[in-house]
């Protein structure tokens, strides 16, 4: 069977409705599918609710869709950098759910395993834990957290064969591994498309059960949001404020 | 004369072992990568994946698909590995992690703290804090003594919680406390800033303490 699609726009064809649930990888700008998310605004498609980390900064990512008013809810840990999305959010016009960025993280990973609920003992005695079972282990108290599973998950990778086997460069990773498996169908961008079997197999971070579709978008769009350099001369610190 | 920013991240350097895997906030607590004592081996987790964080990159060396959780661009070390947020979060929630040292709005003498909403204004999200807070074994806070209206240190915080007994020590540019946070010790001042008074310390922290000055 095909797992491969000529272009953005026909990898997401017959799978986008309105008001469906919308997992999408990345961390700030950081292995965003940005070609998907923009192919998913090229499409027209609203009321959508998108599980991702951030909600892009503007002009670029998410936010493209919040121009568009295509985003009726967010799900995320961080929505800092992006004041389209503070304005939608203070008029009334735009839903939040902010999640732990570690519960967020686990809620994907335990709804891709088909494991409906976790405790944890994050947010235990703050906001998040109003209305959720808290229970004692071992004289400890923890949160029950409900797992989180889309109608589809778009995601960017480095690299993919032609059997939907993925692998992720550095800390362009981040969410992406977990959201591949928490949605019915799964959508990959990457930057190189390769035949099934060029991939190491004990290499392959994201297995081909796991993806439906697959699209080679190239390496051009990529972002950074703070470039932070040091001088050639200078002794290595991490982490010096400029 | 209170102690400046790189004075009081030097002061929170202080807490480091050789060994150590920690995790760096935003801010001040950034800087104390600057201040790791000599001789010793700390490894620092980025918990958008990353473990082993090495420095900025050299100029034209920047890659996109390599930051902090700042969204800084940084560099790799041989000791450098990657991961999901899942497997970042499970060495943070599973108290595989040492030290968090981070910053914070309020604390209060129960090692309360409160450091990511402000009820009324435009709320960026908790990131990562909750969780870090929630799982590393130890939690040191780096901040400024008092906010422009008033004290950070409380008997009881009034913004919205991070976590609930969470903070272990607080380095300010005023001193550094130790905060018994699960015992009947409560918070403790330890230490004095240069040319700082016991004094000027207690006319600006509203939280009870003990004085236990190791040199006084």
């Not at chain 1, 732990?100 to 976790?118: D, M």
């Not at chain 1, 229970?135 to 690299?159: N, P, Q, T």
């Not at chain 2, 081996?41 to 082993?52: A, H, K, T």
């Amino acid at each position: 069977m095909n797992k491969v699609y000529p272009d953005a726009k026909s990898a997401l064809e017959g799978i986008l409705k309105d008001g469906m649930m919308i997992m999408s990888g990345g961390f700030g700008l950081c292995g965003i599918p940005e070609t998907l998310s923009d192919a998913i605004r090229d499409s027209g498609v609203k009321n959508l609710t998108f599980i991702s980390n951030n909600a892009g900064v503007d002009g670029i990512g998410l936010s493209r869709l919040l121009e568009t008013r295509q985003i009726k809810k967010m799900i995320s840990s961080y929505v800092g950098e992006n004041k389209l999305f503070a304005q939608q959010y203070l008029a009334g016009e735009l839903e939040l759910e902010f999640n732990p960025q570690g519960t967020l993280a686990e809620r994907i990973r335990a709804g891709g395993a088909g494991i409906p609920a976790f405790f944890t003992k994050t947010g235990v005695g703050t906001l998040i834990a109003e209305g959720k079972e808290v229970r004692e282990f071992d004289g400890e108290k923890y949160l029950m957290e409900r797992s989180l599973f889309g109608d589809i998950a778009i995601v960017h990778a480095w690299m993919g064969d032609t059997a939907g086997n993925l692998v992720y460069r550095k800390t362009a990773r981040n969410f992406n591994p977990m959201m591949a498996t928490a949605a019915k169908i799964t959508v990959a961008e990457v930057e190189h498309l390769v035949p099934a079997g060029q991939i190491d197999p004990d290499h392959i971070h994201t297995p081909g059960i796991f993806v439906k579709r697959i699209v080679q978008v190239g390496t051009a769009k990529k972002h950074i949001e703070f470039r932070t350099t040091r001088p050639r001369t200078a002794q290595a610190a991490t982490g010096v404020e400029v | 004369m209170a102690w400046t920013r790189e004075q009081m991240a030097a002061r929170a350097a202080k807490e480091l072992r050789d060994g150590y895997y920690v995790n760096l906030g935003i801010g001040i607590p950034t800087l104390v990568s600057n201040f790791i004592p000599e001789g010793i081996e700390v490894n620092l987790q980025s918990e958008n994946g990353m473990l082993g964080m090495g420095p900025f990159p050299f100029e034209g060396e920047e890659d996109p698909d390599l930051i902090n959780a700042g969204k800084q661009t940084v560099s790799e070390l041989p000791s450098t590995s990657y991961f999901s947020s899942a497997d970042s979060f499970a060495m943070v929630r599973g108290g595989h992690i040492d030290l968090s040292i981070l910053g914070a709005m309020q604390v209060a003498q129960n090692g309360d703290l409160a450091n990511w909403m402000i009820p009324g204004k435009m709320v960026k999200g908790m990131g990562g804090a909750m969780d870090l807070v929630a799982g590393v074994k130890r939690v040191v806070v780096v901040m400024e003594h008092s906010a422009k209206d008033g004290p950070k240190l409380l008997k009881k915080c009034n913004l919205p919680l991070t976590g609930e007994r969470v903070v272990d020590m607080v380095v300010t540019d005023l001193a550094v406390f130790t905060i018994d946070k699960h015992g009947k010790d409560g918070m403790a001042l330890i230490e004095l800033a240069d040319g700082v008074t016991l004094e000027e310390v207690k006319a600006n922290t509203e939280a009870e303490f003990r004085v236990a000055l190791k040199n006084a």
